[in-house]
């Protein structure tokens, strides 16, 4: 057998003037008392004194203007009879899970941006392939396969890197390959060279990148050849 739903509850209530004239419907709380076992109903959410007894629960309410009207009481009364936060703790939940979202959204954005990738393009003329930098220093999984930095060689003297496919004509410091260059660095205002061990030599350079470019150039010549 179930047992009887004896929970407090908001009810319609008759409310009268002090002279006795009914003045409108009001809400007011219902609660059951073990002692006399029964309902009974209180004054009106607003303050006014109201008649016992509910009102079928269809009954239009009438007091329901006003901050102190008892249409204004209803949330707050409902809330605490259904186990519910108020609506001013509900309102701070709500904001702090905004904010635990927001803060989740700009720390992604953030890891994010942190993680772009940087591409690294080969110094080969014509080479395509290029490399994640970032991921590779980072000692991350580049996010393709074709930006794995394995294999790449940074040339210092060219201020680039160069793929594994090409990485045979420079070599490295301790196995230089066929064209691996040096600066020969001019005193004060005099022009640089940059020299190959093929016996190439830029023309006379006062910017680095203007080497770099006759560097490719000779190379493609001379891979070619």
């Not at 059951?32 to 004194?49: F, I, K």
Request: aromatic share 8%; charged share 25%.
């Amino acid at each position: 057998m179930t047992a009887p739903d004896r929970r407090p509850r908001l009810v319609p209530v008759a409310c009268r003037t002090v002279k006795g004239a009914p003045d409108g419907i009001h809400l007011a709380t219902m609660e059951w008392l073990d002692n006399p076992r029964e309902w009974v109903t209180g004054p009106a959410l607003c303050g006014q004194s109201a008649e016992q007894g509910a009102l079928p629960d269809d009954t239009p309410i009438t007091c329901t203007t006003g901050a102190g009207s008892c249409e204004s009481y209803r949330d707050s009364y409902q809330r605490v009879f259904d186990g519910r936060p108020t609506a001013q703790q509900e309102l701070i939940d709500n904001l702090r899970a905004e904010n635990a979202r927001l803060t989740a959204e700009m720390e992604a954005a953030h890891t994010a941006w942190l993680n772009q990738p940087i591409l690294r393009h080969c110094l080969y003329p014509g080479c395509l392939r290029e490399y994640d930098s970032n991921a590779t220093l980072c000692g991350r999984t580049p996010e393709r396969p074709t930006w794995s930095g394995k294999g790449w060689l940074k040339v210092r003297q060219l201020d680039g890197d160069i793929c594994p496919d090409h990485a045979h004509v420079v070599g490295n410091t301790i196995t230089p390959g066929p064209h691996l260059p040096r600066w020969d660095y001019g005193a004060a205002d005099a022009p640089s060279f940059l020299r190959c061990p093929c016996g190439w030599n830029s023309p006379p350079v006062r910017w680095r990148r203007f080497a770099t470019e006759a560097w490719k150039d000779h190379v493609l010549t001379a891979e070619t050849a």
